[in-house]
Structures are given as C-alpha cells and as structure tokens.
C-alpha cells in the first residue's frame, strides 16, 4: 500500500528556512517523479516542485524559483524540500505526491510563516 510520511513543518519567521521530508513506500519510489505541493487555506492546491526519478531533472513554481530546492535519497525513499527566504505567502500545508501513484496523498505538514 501506498504511503506519503510528510514532516519538517512548523512556525518561522519571514526570511527563515525549512527542510521539509516526505518518506515514501509501497511503490517504486526510484522509478517515479516525485512532487511536492501545497494547499493554503481558501485556495487550490498548487504544484510548488517536481523531480525526475534519477534526480537529475528539477521544475519549480514560479513563486519559488531561488528559494526551494528539491532533492531525493532513493536510496531512503525519501524526497526533501529545502525552503530558504520564506514569505508569509509560503504559508500552507505541504503534501508529497508520486506520479505512479496520484490518488495518494498524506497528511501534509504544516509551513507557517510570520511576518
């Protein structure tokens, strides 16, 4: 079965940093693109990065080119976020997703930003 394990969520300031980590399982995590995304309260859940299987190929939202990196450990499963200079409009749940497997979603980790 299919499992997305986010957390590195919590409570910064602007300009402040977090690493953000999804540990996944139940699918082929080395043979699959991995994106993260995030969700705001009122609004649409929105692709912030995506990741090629091998790493080697990284796409960013235009709202956080320069500040985030994507990374991967296939040898761990897991799929980081590095986010550097957060904003206030940063702030929302986070979720990892898998494209072999788009119908699975985890619990998303929180990413507060204050002013």
């Known amino acids: 079965q299919v499992q997305l394990v986010e957390s590195g969520g919590g409570l910064v300031q602007a300009g402040g940093s977090l690493r953000l980590s999804c540990a996944a399982s139940g699918f082929t995590f080395s043979a699959s693109t991995m994106n993260w995304y995030r969700q705001a309260p009122g609004k649409q859940r929105e692709l912030v990065a995506s990741i090629s299987n091998a790493g080697s190929r990284t796409n960013y939202a235009d709202s956080v080119k320069g500040r985030f990196t994507i990374s991967r450990d296939n040898a761990k499963n897991v799929v980081y976020l590095q986010m550097n200079s957060l904003k206030p409009d940063d702030t929302a749940v986070y979720y990892c997703?898998?494209?072999?497997?788009?119908?699975?979603w985890g619990q998303g980790t929180q990413v507060t930003v204050s002013s």
């Open positions: 997703n898998s494209v072999r497997a788009p119908g699975f």
